[in-house]
Nanobody, 119 residues
Framework: QVQLVESGGGSVQAGGSLNVSCAASGRGFSIYAMGWYRQAPGKQRELVALLTDGGRTNYADSVKGRFTISRDNAKNTVHLQLNSLKPEDTAVYYC?????????????WGQGTQVTVSS
């Protein structure tokens, strides 16, 4: 059983910073990638940042230079530092874990954590 526990998030004024973290637990899993997606009201879920087990990162253009993803491999934890926040960053942020299951990749999702940025 894979579990994802998210922490962090909250409310901040524009220009402020927040941090969200996600810890994965389970037995015998092989991680391909960990990262974050977000979903604003009335919009589709979108990629924010993803970090593969090989160290490659992928950021949404809208967050490049402002957000930083990092991972603690020993703790199977991924962190997202959100700086220079804008009101349009307001969304529910979801942790994403991608595991190898044989030759297939399987997605797991956290419950979501709210980030609210006021102008």
């Amino acid at each position: 059983q894979v579990q994802l526990v998210e922490s962090g998030g909250g409310s901040v004024q524009a220009g402020g910073s927040l941090n969200v973290s996600c810890a994965a637990s389970g037995r015998g899993f092989s991680i391909y990638a960990m990262g974050w997606y977000r979903q604003a009201p009335g919009k589709q879920r979108e990629l924010v940042a993803l970090l593969t087990d090989g160290g490659r990162t992928n950021y949404a253009d809208s967050v490049k230079g402002r957000f930083t993803i990092s991972r603690d491999n020993a703790k199977n934890t991924v962190h997202l530092q959100l700086n220079s926040l804008k009101p349009e960053d307001t969304a529910v942020y979801y942790c994403n874990l991608v595991l190898w299951r044989g030759t297939n990749l399987i997605d797991y999702w956290g419950q979501g954590t709210q980030v609210t940025v006021s102008s």
